[in-house]
């Protein structure tokens, strides 16, 4: 995307969405681009013809429980903090605000822990898990973006890894945003699959991710893969004297201070940007 245009589509976001820890299209800027590109008249692209596989039926306790061990032995528990379960109650109320039942392995994780508050001591490699209430905001957030282009998911063109797995909307009311990086990106769960994917897929999406990419078939998958690079050495949890960094746990390699520029790397999967 031209730089211009991403400055003017995102200009002025921030009120409003603090709160939730995005930055997100306004209103106001979503009709300047549409005055300046005529991003509204924009098709949608042809959707592949075929079913996306199913939702894999998964346990996730185990590897929670490897999470939960190399997190001790690793990180300060006065920094890396997780809030309490969440209750068989506040999963329900979430489900019925997003109109969707969540798999057996979101429940899970979130009676191990109802995500986290801190932006930049967050367990995925810097990055948050979102409280329930956090993760249902950041999605009323994205459904009121969507109403603001009109209802046209694709008013800003995009691209998805692999090709034909997940949609290359801008916005897709189905995506469940898992965590934020605090500029309106997110790994989420993928409940709109394209024929060449999984129903309940991990993904990358959000503000600054114009090419989607599928991370993992399932949230199981996602966990073991972070946990694999975890114990294999794959961190840094030390700042340089002459380093400047929002977070400081890290992937080794590559050396990028962003998990998601990381995880495209490590994955093959092109850059974020058209």
Same mark, same amino acid.
Request: glycine share 10%; no cysteine.
């Given at each position: 995307m031209?730089?211009t245009?991403r400055n003017?589509?995102?200009?002025?976001?921030?009120l409003?969405?603090?709160g939730?820890g995005?930055?997100?299209p306004?209103?106001c800027a979503?009709l300047?681009i549409r005055?300046?590109?005529?991003?509204?008249t924009?098709?949608p692209?042809e959707?592949?013809?075929?079913?996306?596989?199913?939702? #894999?039926e998964? $346990?996730?306790? %185990?590897v929670?429980?490897?999470l939960?061990?190399?997190?001790?032995?690793?990180?300060?528990?006065? &920094?890396?903090?997780?809030n309490?379960p969440a209750?068989?109650e506040?999963?329900d109320?979430?489900?019925?605000r997003?109109g969707?039942?969540?798999?057996?392995?979101y429940?899970?994780l979130?009676?191990w822990?109802d995500g986290?508050?801190?932006?930049?001591?967050g367990h995925?490699y810097?990055?948050?898990?979102?409280?329930?209430?956090?993760?249902?905001?950041?999605?009323?957030?994205?459904r009121r973006?969507l109403a603001?282009f009109?209802?046209?998911?694709?008013?800003?063109?995009?691209?998805a890894?692999p090709k034909?797995?997940?949609d290359?909307?801008?916005?897709n009311?189905?995506?469940i945003p898992?965590t934020?990086?605090?500029?309106?990106?997110?790994i989420g #769960?993928d409940f $709109?699959?394209? %024929?060449?994917g999984r129903?309940?897929q991990?993904?990358?999406?959000g503000?600054d991710?114009?090419v &989607?990419v599928?991370l993992a078939?399932?949230?199981g998958?996602?966990?073991?893969?972070?946990?694999?690079l975890?114990e294999?050495?794959?961190?840094?949890?030390?700042?340089?004297?002459?380093?400047?960094?929002?977070?400081?746990?890290?992937l080794k390699?590559p050396q990028?201070?962003?998990?998601?520029e990381?995880a495209?790397?490590l994955l093959?999967?092109?850059?974020q940007?058209?």
């Open positions: 031209d730089p245009r003017l589509l995102f200009g002025g976001t921030l409003g969405v603090i939730i995005g930055l997100l306004s209103a979503i300047q005055g300046k590109t005529g991003m509204s924009i098709s692209p959707r592949p013809t075929g079913e996306a596989k199913p939702m #894999l998964e $346990d996730i306790a %185990p929670l429980a490897r939960d061990a190399w997190y001790a032995a690793h990180l300060s528990p006065e &920094k890396y903090v997780f309490p209750t068989t506040q999963l109320a979430f489900e019925r997003v969707l039942p969540m798999p057996r392995a429940r899970q979130y009676q822990h986290e508050n801190d932006d930049r001591w995925i810097g990055l948050p898990l979102l409280p329930l209430d956090q993760a249902a905001a950041a999605w009323e957030q994205w973006t603001e009109g209802g046209n998911p694709y008013a800003i063109p995009g691209g890894w034909g797995s997940v290359p909307a801008y916005v009311r189905r995506w898992l934020s990086d605090g500029s309106g990106n997110h #769960l $709109d699959p394209w %024929p060449g129903h309940g991990v993904i990358l999406f503000r991710e114009d &989607k599928v078939d399932s949230l998958e996602f966990l073991g893969w972070v946990a694999d975890l294999r050495g794959n961190f840094r949890l030390k700042v340089a004297a002459d380093e400047t960094v929002l977070r400081e746990f890290r390699l990028v201070d962003h998990f998601h990381g495209r790397i093959g999967a092109p850059g940007f058209l």
